[in-house]
């Protein structure tokens, strides 16, 4: 078993920043993960992801604003998201893929509201 707990929502304008970080019970070495996101009336979708060989996925509207990155040593996974537009807003929930027995882990999802 492994939990996971989002840190880092919260309230920003247009245009701003915010990190959200996710940390791990155990280690994550062995975690393909990443961070989902739901908005109101709509399905939970991929925004980005990292497998064990730290490679990176993002969902197009993503690339290239948003970033994750992982800290092993800290069980921790953050994403950096920059020029945040309205559209963003949503619970974000971090997750992970355990590459051993293909388990899923999900957090409890941290809000994020991109409001002027």
């Known amino acids: 078993q492994v939990q996971l707990v989002e840190s880092g929502g919260g309230l920003v304008q247009p245009g701003g920043s915010l990190r959200l970080s996710c940390a791990a019970s155990?280690?994550?070495?062995?975690?393909?993960m990443g961070w989902y996101r739901q908005a109101p009336g709509k399905e939970r979708e991929l925004v980005a992801s990292?497998?064990?060989?730290?490679?990176?996925n993002y969902a197009p509207s993503e690339k290239g604003r948003f970033t994750i990155s992982s800290d092993n040593a800290k069980n921790t996974q953050d994403m950096q998201m920059n020029s945040l537009k309205p559209e963003d807003t949503a619970v974000y929930y971090c997750n992970g893929r355990s590459v051993v027995d293909a388990n899923v882990y999900w957090g409890q999802g941290t809000q994020v509201t991109v409001s002027s």
């Open positions: 155990r280690s994550i070495s062995s975690l393909w």
């Open positions: 990292m497998i064990t060989d730290k490679t990176t």
